[in-house]
């Protein structure tokens, strides 16, 4: 593992502090969650009565689960690019990923975002609403579109999907991996992770969403999301008015659901079947998912990466901090040209 990062790593230290204040401030906070979906075999892809020749124009699709679930992707770029697959985070879907996705596309790269299921425009799910089908999810669109020496990026609860799907699928058709302020390994406090982010916090996250989740999420972009709770922060209100919309795209259930998908699940050992290069990206103000209980042990499990550590940025850098992750993907996935 590589660290561009000028401090030593610190030995795991409790973030209970950090927590605490969001809790009693925000008294929201939020991580990203993932969805997916296993593809049917020679089943119909997309909703409606659209040829696959109109499908191949519209540089978009779906592909039909095994469940049932319809899972939307968008797919720019030159197809003779080599893929890059991005996965969301919580509650949010694909169009997170537009800057990066314009700017690799621009650079002449193939680049797939699915909307998680149950958010955006896939299939509003009542089941199924855990890591395991996010990984599964992954993988019908890797197959269904036989993307091979692909860059899978996962933001926030995303990386925990991309994680997943290597350790349910392996890495044949995968060349890197980046994850982008990744819950993995754990975010939840447990016997076995004492550094953890106290189960009260989420559950506090539940009984925002119950109460109002229209405020619940307003309050999350105009607080540590992007951190607009900063003294110094210039978030602008567009951004802030976009993740809302976004969210408010989510099903209810499926976004009440990922909460535990997020938070509870161990990513621990999918972390260690995980044989490419890896690139971690992280921002060390990040008040959603702690820098030192997230990527600092990512960066210590996974055996080829490179953590890139932001000084300042928040859980939300896709967007704050775009321009900069824009040249760091770029020149990660350059490095297999």
């Known amino acids: 593992m590589n660290t561009n990062d000028n401090s030593t790593r610190p030995a795991r230290r409790s973030h209970r502090g950090v927590w605490t204040a969001l809790m009693a401030g925000v008294a929201t906070i939020g991580l990203v969650a993932g969805c997916t979906a296993t593809d049917e075999a020679g089943s119909d892809d997309t909703p409606t009565s659209a040829t696959a020749a109109n499908n191949e124009r519209l540089n978009e699709g779906y592909v039909t689960t095994t469940d049932g679930v319809e899972i939307f992707y968008k797919d720019w770029g030159p197809r003779s690019g080599r893929p890059v ?4 985070g919580w509650p949010l879907n694909s169009d997170a990923w537009e800057a990066q996705m314009l ?12 909307d998680r299921r149950g958010h955006g ?3 509003q799910t009542w089941t199924g609403n855990d890591m395991d089908h996010y990984a599964d999810d992954l993988a019908a669109v890797v197959e269904k579109l036989d993307l091979r020496e692909a860059t899978l990026v996962g933001f926030s609860t995303g990386g925990g999907e991309v994680a997943r799907y290597v350790g349910r699928h392996g890495t044949d058709r995968v060349a890197q991996v980046a994850l982008i302020s990744a819950v ?3 975010m939840v406090e447990t016997a076995d992770n004492p550094n953890g982010v106290p189960i009260e916090v989420f559950d506090g996250l ?6 109002d989740r229209a405020q619940l999420y307003r309050d999350l972009a105009e607080g540590p999301f992007f951190g607009a709770n900063r ?5 602008s209100q567009g951004m802030k ?7 408010m795209q989510s099903g209810h259930k499926a976004a009440y659901d990922s909460i535990e998908a997020f938070s509870e699940t161990d990513l621990t050992s999918d972390l260690e079947k995980i044989d490419v290069p890896t690139l971690i990206v992280h921002g060390d103000d990040d008040q959603i998912v702690p820098i ?4 600092r042990e990512a960066d210590a499990i996974v055996e080829d990466s490179t953590l890139v550590v932001y000084p300042g940025a928040p859980h939300g850098l896709t967007d704050t901090h775009k321009q900069r992750l824009n040249d760091d993907l770029l020149a990660f996935v350059d490095n297999l040209r």
């Open 85 to 88: 697959l991005f996965s969301h």
């Open 103 to 114: 700017h690799l596309a621009d650079n002449g790269y193939r680049v797939i975002a699915h």
């Open 121 to 123: 425009r896939s299939s």
């Open 184 to 186: 993995t390994p754990q």
């Open 206 to 211: 539940r009984a925002g969403s119950h109460a």
């Open 231 to 235: 003294p110094d922060s210039n978030v």
């Open 241 to 247: 008015d976009t993740f809302w919309l976004q969210s």
């Open 292 to 295: 030192d209980n997230s990527a």
